[in-house]
């Protein structure tokens, strides 16, 4: 049996303002009179009843709705993304041109009369007076009508120039280095016919390759030029003499007519 305090807690807890019993309660309270009258049945109302009804004044602005309008995004008719290619996500390595070794030779420039002749030294070294491509030099002078004690002007040019460093060797600074140095020469005392005897002699003073052998080349800055097969090709390929001396016989009018 509850006690009236206990009773009234749980009524409360369980949100009951006004309760009857259907048995008297021990150890309850007096009952109240006015609660045991019958209570007249409550009429329905429809909920139109209750609102109120539209005042007079201006209508007050619609408030906004709270929902936010929704943005179509337009999307890719496939959901699964193609994968990138390995161009666009990865940068191409740069491919840089390896360096051209510089070139190795060694020439020798000489004067024979009207005649300049820019030879290769085969070995790097000077002519002597009894070396075989000496004397066959001599002997092309002399069956050219020129003088066969040719004139040696300055130190043969070795190419590289330097062993060590940052300066360019390359077959074009060579090829400039060469070049200024017979125009140098030319100014000093110009010449009829520059012969350019070896592969070398043929490359850089006039930018051609060995196809030219035996002909007269026009080079710019430089003039009349001959092409011919180096002194040790001749020694080794002596039939090759044969070709310079019909060569010779056509362009030896143009320094014989010089005084």
Not at 5 to 31: G, T
Request: hydrophobic share 45%.
């Amino acid at each position: 049996m509850l006690i009236e305090s206990r009773r009234r807690a749980y009524l409360s807890a369980m949100q009951v303002v006004h309760w009857l019993p259907r048995a008297e309660l021990p150890f309850a309270a007096p009952s109240r009179p006015e609660l045991l009258l019958p209570q007249a049945p409550v009429e329905e109302v429809e909920p139109e009843a209750l609102a109120p009804a539209p005042a007079a004044a201006p209508v007050a602005p619609q408030a906004r709705s709270i929902e936010r309008p929704k943005i179509e995004i337009p999307r890719p008719a496939s959901s699964v993304k193609p994968a990138a290619k390995p161009a666009e996500t990865e940068a191409e390595p740069v491919v840089r041109a390896a360096p051209v070794p510089p070139p190795r030779f060694a020439l020798q420039l000489l004067r024979a009369g009207g005649c300049l002749v820019l030879v290769e030294l085969a070995t790097g070294q000077p002519f002597q007076s009894r070396d075989p491509s000496y004397l066959l030099l001599k002997d092309m002078l002399r069956a050219a009508g020129l003088p066969d004690a040719p004139q040696i002007i300055g130190e043969p040019i070795r190419w590289p120039l330097l062993v060590r460093g940052n300066m360019d060797q390359g077959p074009e600074a060579a090829r400039d280095f060469v070049q200024g140095f017979i125009q140098a020469r030319l100014e000093e005392s110009p010449c009829t016919c520059l012969w350019l005897i070896g592969l070398p002699a043929l490359r850089f003073a006039a930018q051609a390759e060995a196809p030219a052998y035996y002909q007269e080349l026009q080079v710019e800055a430089l003039g009349t030029a001959w092409a011919l097969p180096g002194l040790e090709l001749l020694m080794d390929e002596p039939q090759r003499k044969a070709d310079v001396w019909q060569a010779m016989r056509q362009l030896m009018a143009r320094w014989k007519s010089v005084e």
